[in-house]
């Protein structure tokens, strides 16, 4: 099964990444079909996430985003294109959310 790992840094803090957690469970759900479980901890929070073809985690802390993702075979032929996609996401909510006080 292909695997995605994506490591995405930041200085914003856990309760700013926490937020952007918030707006990427919505545009996963939405967008993706993804049914999410959040799961809040002390120092970091847990996202589970899955639809067909698709799951995996992502785990938000305080100065980064670890997503962890196994795709099935269909899936997988576009693995490359899913993880510029996340990426992408992630960092264009990682801009919005840098510049609020």
Not at 38 to 43: E, F, M, Q, R, T
Not at 55 to 81: N, T, Y
């Given at each position: 099964m292909p695997e995605l790992f994506i490591n995405q840094v930041h200085t914003l803090g856990l309760?700013?990444?926490?937020?952007?957690a918030r707006v990427w469970i919505a545009q996963a759900q939405t967008d993706w079909g993804?049914?999410?479980?959040?799961k809040p901890g002390d120092v970091e929070d847990e996202i589970l996430f899955s639809r067909s073809g698709a799951?995996?985690?992502?785990?938000?802390?305080?100065?980064?985003f670890e997503l962890r993702a196994?795709?099935?075979?269909?899936?997988?032929?576009f693995q490359q294109q899913i993880e510029t996609q996340i990426r992408s996401n992630l960092q264009a909510l990682l801009d919005q959310h840098s510049g609020q006080a």
């Amino acid at each position: 099964m292909p695997e995605l790992f994506i490591n995405q840094v930041h200085t914003l803090g856990l309760p700013k990444a926490r937020e952007i957690a918030r707006v990427w469970i919505a545009q996963a759900q939405t967008d993706w079909g993804m049914a999410c479980e959040s799961k809040p901890g002390d120092v970091e929070d847990e996202i589970l996430f899955s639809r067909s073809g698709a799951k995996g985690s992502l785990i938000v802390r305080a100065d980064r985003f670890e997503l962890r993702a196994q795709l099935g075979f269909l899936l997988g032929s576009f693995q490359q294109q899913i993880e510029t996609q996340i990426r992408s996401n992630l960092q264009a909510l990682l801009d919005q959310h840098s510049g609020q006080a």
